[in-house]
């Protein structure tokens, strides 16, 4: 089956924009969670949903937002874009949200903010 | 707060030689733990989970609860094992809480 894919796969943005990363998770997963990883902070939770509805969050700004469709898409939005925003950020998919699902990882977008 | 301390950046040794990469985690309660590994232009992927009590790839990695530990074993390293290693916890869904990760470079 497909993996996990994210949209798109590159982008260059301009302080102070907003951006909005896309996440396609592998079918029949209904968990969708985001991470951001940069060389200084490693690997960061930023927020998971699941069946639409935002089930944890980590602990960043409220400038970071996410959502999730009713077809488990799921979609984050940066606003206001800083320096610091650049990163890697990766999108991960599992059968559900409790714990002990196996998460599936995608390739990641990576953004770089000028 | 939880963290997961991987004291190592990398690690390096010979093929054939013993692996052990090092995972400190604190918690008060009981979490699952995880090893992820991403290999060389690859995605990141689950190695193992301390509950499955598996081994893949030859690794193995026990749950120390006294120590707090879930170090990362190998008998024999191969060169196919070079790899980023990150261990991670979870305390409840799927909020996954990453170490600094360990790289693994195994020479022949």
């Known amino acids: 089956k497909a993996g996990v894919t994210q949209t798109p796969r590159y982008l260059i943005k301009t302080r102070g924009q907003q951006v909005t990363l896309s996440c396609s998770p592998i079918s029949g997963h209904r968990s969708v969670s985001w991470y951001q990883q940069t060389p200084g902070q490693g690997l960061q939770f930023l927020f998971e949903y699941f069946s639409e509805t935002q089930r944890n969050k980590g602990n960043f700004p409220g400038r970071f937002s996410g959502r999730q469709f009713s077809n488990s898409r799921s979609e984050m939005n940066v606003s206001t874009l800083e320096l610091g925003d650049s990163a890697l950020y990766l999108c991960?998919?599992?059968?559900?949200?409790?714990?002990?699902?196996?998460?599936?990882f995608g390739p990641g977008t990576r953004l770089t903010v000028t | 707060a939880q963290r997961v301390t991987q004291p190592e950046k990398l690690l390096s040794v010979f093929k054939g030689a013993p692996v052990e990469l090092k995972c400190n985690y604190s918690?008060?309660?009981?979490?699952?733990l995880f090893w992820y590994v991403q290999y060389s232009r690859q995605r990141l992927q689950l190695l193992l989970r301390h509950i499955s009590r598996e081994s893949i790839k030859g690794f193995t990695a026990d749950l120390n609860k006294g120590e707090t530990s879930f170090h990362l074993k190998k008998p024999f390293a191969q060169e196919e094992d070079s790899a980023m290693y990150y261990c991670a916890l979870s305390r409840y869904g799927n909020k996954l809480v990453f170490g600094a990760g360990t790289i693994l470079r195994v020479k022949s």
């Open positions: 918690y008060s309660g009981s979490p699952e």
């Open positions: 991960a998919s599992s059968l559900d949200g409790e714990q002990g699902y196996e998460q599936y």
